[in-house]
């Protein structure tokens, strides 16, 4: 990822016959204003692209990228507005002044694609669907407003870096939805006739389902019973002695009844033919490929969301389904213990580093002999990060205090920075929303002398459920922004190979991936490359050197590896 000044920077709005494009100089300077017909601004963009390689500035990447990606358009960077906005309204190292903070209609909501394949021009329309401002003028002066922030604030460097990696997250998942998830549909149909059943050609449930749910009224003694509304189930499952305050998998599995195995298969069944089954299957894969909806920045963390097709939430027994073109590879990596090892990594923790060094972090705390078992380095980890004070989590906690001080002395000041009502931020500067309203009300209403002891109880508990939410923020935030980092660096890695022979190409994958390596996937701390296979052993080194680049680039030269899993396969199937 290149977070240095471009030398030039190209501001592009909206106009009545097509785009208006602005011609920055390295100081944001106008030095020429350049008006396109709808019908020349791909070809416009691609001559300036490879002549100057500029970094271009857009209000909402998903409106603009988008359908140039279908004409045929690949750009190297861009600085998103809406995205980069959010960030730096909301940033505590931004000078408390800085004309961003103000409200405008840059805090407009993300633009949501409506279709898989967008037209070139449908830009104006869905301006006005979420308000952001559309015209070349407007977005030059919102990108002055933005770099002057970044320039006044307390630490510049990481706030450029970071409107860097937000920006270049946004080409990501553009691109991967352009490119989409090479998925076989009749796996699909074939795992969910073995897993559920044949879909009944009338409707209603497939014979295994409707299975699990006849065995579930058995054990509850009413062949009426109601399984789909949480509510009338609890009632069913009180009158037979399971007295669960939720239907949720953690408390039901908690429970002894003949009915709790039958039930949590039936949940289990249920959700896959919900979320995942032949409606989603019609409505979210064509043409042997998945393209759902990534909101990047989705999160209060800086986590990316999802808003259509569920693509952060795609189950295990799917993944066989997710299968690469003749002749082409995935290339699967996920990080081992991303959120701990940025934990040791931001607090300069060399104990705990030494214990993630080549190999499983919790094995390496077994090790140092801090606990006695990785199980329990688990817990106690992620304890300390999620805030977890009873059970084994508040047993073992302490034991981690004293072998990593400085990685516990982190969350737990970010803890009582958050019971206090304070802000705390990342490494590269997201902070976490201030606190509710209701939440300075309440916590002052427990400070007066008339304040009752349920006030009293209620406040020390919302400060601690705020304290949690700010132990997990800076470690969580930071963990998206080296996904980030990760991200940026590889897709510029990728697009440096070769691009393969045409009768190779995987044309599914649109004008601009068909014959190049690409990524096809993301999730948290995992990604998938999409690759021709002459190119696939070169695709998984740039995964890792991608990784090792990404943690350069955010902690300089602390020592600390980010222990990857990478394979190549045909199928996304993990062992």
């Known amino acids: 990822m290149d977070a240095a000044e471009p030398a030039a920077w190209v501001v592009l709005g909206r106009s009545p016959h097509g785009a208006t494009a602005l011609l920055l100089d390295a100081d944001a300077a106008q030095s020429a204003r350049v008006e396109l017909d709808d019908g020349e601004l791909a070809s416009w963009i691609t001559d300036v692209e490879a002549a100057h390689a500029p970094r271009w500035v857009w209000n909402d990447t998903a409106r603009w990228y988008a359908p140039l990606l279908a004409a045929g358009v690949r750009v190297a960077r861009c600085h998103d507005l809406r995205l980069c906005h959010a960030m730096l309204r909301d940033s505590a190292l931004v000078d408390p002044d800085a004309p961003v903070r103000r409200p ?82 009749a796996e699909h149909d074939r795992i969910l006739v073995e897993t559920l059943g044949e879909r009944p050609p009338g409707g209603g449930q497939p014979a295994l389902l409707a299975g699990a749910a006849a065995r579930v009224r058995e054990a509850l ?148 002999g801090a606990v006695a078992t990785r199980q329990e380095a688990k817990i106690a980890l992620l304890g300390a990060m999620y805030g977890a004070t009873t059970g084994e989590s508040g047993r073992l906690v302490p034991r981690l205090r004293r072998a990593y001080p400085r990685a516990m002395g982190l969350v737990d000041e970010a803890a009582r920075t958050g019971e206090d009502g304070g802000i705390v931020s990342t490494w590269l500067g997201r902070s976490s929303p201030p606190p509710s309203s209701d939440w300075s009300a309440l916590q002052s209403l427990a400070t007066e002398a008339e304040a009752s002891r349920s006030d009293e109880t209620r406040a020390k508990r919302w400060a601690r459920d705020r304290g949690r939410f700010t132990r997990n923020f800076v470690v969580q935030g930071t963990a998206a922004e080296w996904a980030l980092a990760w991200l940026a660096d590889l897709r510029t890695r990728l697009a440096a190979m070769p691009p393969v022979a045409a009768q190779n190409a995987a044309v599914r994958s649109g004008p601009v991936f068909a014959r190049q390596p690409h990524l096809a996937f993301f999730l948290h701390d995992e990604v998938i490359v999409h690759a021709p296979q002459e190119h696939a052993e070169a695709a998984a080194e740039a995964v890792s050197e991608a990784a090792a680049s990404a943690g350069r680039l955010l902690f300089g030269g602390f020592p600390l590896d980010f222990r990857l899993d990478v394979r190549i396969a045909e199928t996304a199937l993990k062992d």
């Not at 949940?267 to 089954?277: D, E, F, I």
């Not at 701990?340 to 080549?358: H, Y």
């Open 104 to 185: 405008s209609g840059w805090d407009a909501a993300p633009h949501v694609p409506e279709d898989a394949a967008p037209t070139l021009f449908e830009l104006d329309g869905a301006a006005a669907r979420t308000g952001l401002p559309d015209g070349a003028d407007d977005a030059r002066d919102e990108f002055v407003r933005q770099r002057a922030a970044v320039a006044g604030a307390r630490d510049p460097g990481r706030l450029r870096l970071l409107t860097a990696a937000e920006s270049a997250g946004a080409l990501v998942a553009a691109e991967m939805r352009a490119a989409g998830l090479p998925w076989d549909a």
């Open 221 to 368: 003694g009413d062949p009426t019973a109601s399984l789909d509304s949480q509510p009338k189930l609890l009632r069913s499952l009180h009158r037979v002695g399971v007295l669960v305050e939720s239907t949720s998998r953690w408390e039901l599995a908690e429970q002894r009844h003949p009915v709790i195995e039958p039930l949590l298969e039936y949940k289990k069944l249920s959700r896959l033919l919900s979320a995942n089954g032949w409606s989603w299957l019609a409505e979210w894969v064509a043409d042997g490929r998945f393209r759902p909806v990534y909101i990047p920045g989705g999160v209060v963390t800086g986590r990316w969301a999802s808003s259509g097709g569920g693509a952060l939430q795609l189950p295990r027994q799917l993944r066989e389904a997710v299968r690469a073109d003749p002749g082409w590879r995935l290339v699967v990596a996920d990080v081992a213990q991303l959120e701990p090892r940025v934990l040791a990594a931001m607090s300069g923790d060399t104990s705990l580093a030494e214990a993630a060094r080549g190999r499983d972090l919790y094995a390496g705390i077994v090790d140092s």
